[in-house]
């Protein structure tokens, strides 16, 4: 069987702010209530125009899914790892909550989870996407904002926006080689 490369596409200028990503997470992946707690967000961008027509721009964010990945080379008891498919994950069973990945990770895609005593982050919604569906963001987006797919798979809807569009990654100085894109 191919090994998959799972990768998102993400294109800020349909993000309107309406939060339904960050909603449909917290309820599919159970992040605890009442706490500065979140697998996805949506960050402010700067205002776009002149008055009186102003705009606001958006900037989802997430675990970058990186395939250098500085949180898992931090971690002391091996809870942070890659699986086959390049999904970093944290397994909460072996992780101590020593927070050494959150400092570590360039891009604050990670928290401490109080109700489980170990660090949480995305993971694409691994008990999703291994069922055939689509990550609880991608599929709730009233905009669709975010693709997700195979970028092994030439024919995915991830490998041909990034043919077919001029794309970033966020802070590539650092070395991560994260496996979001960010089509500008």
């Not at 086959?84 to 928290?111: E, S």
Request: aromatic share 8%; net charge positive.
């Amino acid at each position: 069987m191919k090994t998959k490369r799972f990768a998102m596409v993400l294109d800020s200028s349909k993000c309107i702010d309406c939060k339904a990503c960050t909603v449909a997470c917290k309820i599919e992946n159970k992040v605890p209530m009442g706490q500065d707690n979140y697998r996805n967000w949506v960050a402010e961008g700067p205002l776009r125009g002149k008055f009186p027509d102003l705009g606001q721009s958006f900037q989802p964010g997430q675990c970058m899914q990186c395939a250098n990945t500085p949180c898992d080379q931090v971690c002391p008891t091996g809870a942070t790892r890659v699986n086959r498919d390049g999904i970093v994950l944290v397994d909460d069973h072996k992780c101590i909550g020593c927070k050494y990945c959150i400092t570590a990770c360039p891009y604050n895609a990670r928290y401490y989870n109080e109700v489980t005593g170990a660090v949480d982050k995305c993971t694409f919604c691994v008990q999703r996407i291994y069922r055939g569906r689509q990550p609880a963001c991608v599929e709730t987006c009233p905009t669709k904002v975010r693709v997700f797919g195979d970028l092994n798979d030439r024919n995915s809807e991830v490998s041909r926006l990034l043919v077919k569009h001029a794309y970033k990654v966020e802070k590539p100085e650092m070395g991560t080689d994260p496996f979001l894109f960010y089509i500008i």
